[in-house]
Nanobody, 124 residues
Framework: QVQLVESGGGSVQAGGSLTLSCAASGYLYRPYCMGWFRQAPGKEREGVAT????????YYADSVKDRFTISQDNAKNTLDLQMNSLKSEDTAVYYC?????????????????WGQGTQVTVSS
């Protein structure tokens, strides 16, 4: 079993920055994939960014490329999402996810493990 705990959400004005963090615990064997999905009110859940341990390969949604950066500390099993130049359309609940079988941002139901979510609100 894997547990994921997010932190770092909050409110910020458009153009500002936030960093989300996720701490993973439990039985983790490499390689595994960790990342972030988000869901805004009335919208489908969508992938934001994911990273594969070992290779460090990353996947980003087009909407966040060049603004968000995903990184991880393999020794500590932690994951960060640095979000810059935030826009109102980035407002959503952000979920930390993990899986041992698949990586990528296309399908949220590929991920077996989810955190409780953290709210990010960007005001214009």
């Amino acid at each position: 079993q894997v547990q994921l705990v997010e932190s770092g959400g909050g409110s910020v004005q458009a153009g500002g920055s936030l960093t989300l963090s996720c701490a993973a615990s439990g039985y983790l064997y490499r390689p595994y994939c960790m990342g972030w999905f988000r869901q805004a009110p009335g919208k489908e859940r969508e992938g934001v960014a994911t990273i594969l341990t070992g290779s460090g390969r990353t996947y980003y949604a087009d909407s966040v490329k060049d603004r968000f950066t995903i990184s991880q500390d393999n020794a500590k099993n932690t994951l960060d999402l640095q979000m810059n130049s935030l826009k109102s359309e980035d407002t959503a609940v952000y979920y930390c996810v993990a899986d041992f079988m698949r990586c990528g941002i296309a399908h949220w139901n590929n991920y077996a493990y989810w955190g409780q979510g953290t709210q990010v609100t960007v005001s214009s």
